[in-house]
């Protein structure tokens, strides 16, 4: 039972970082000043982190 609960949430997390990469990337195209861009880049970066530290504690 523990094991099914971190498949799925390795799962989600693997599918939730195409995402925050799109919206990032999305949301910069339309972006109008630079800090919206620095915004969008740095909640990639720190979710992108969050998904790799929680991988590696998963493990």
């Not at 971190?6 to 693997?14: D, K, M, Q, V, W």
């Not at 970082?17 to 919206?23: F, G, Q, R, S, W």
């Not at 861009?37 to 590696?56: D, E, L, N, P």
Request: include cysteine; glycine fraction near 6%.
């Amino acid at each position: 039972m523990c094991s099914l609960v971190i498949t799925i949430g390795r799962l989600l997390l693997l599918a939730m970082i195409p995402v925050v990469i799109i919206l990032a990337v999305c949301d910069s195209a339309e972006a109008e000043n630079w800090m919206d861009v620095v915004a969008s880049v740095f909640f990639g970066v720190f979710f992108a982190g969050m998904f790799f530290y929680a991988r590696r504690v998963l493990q």
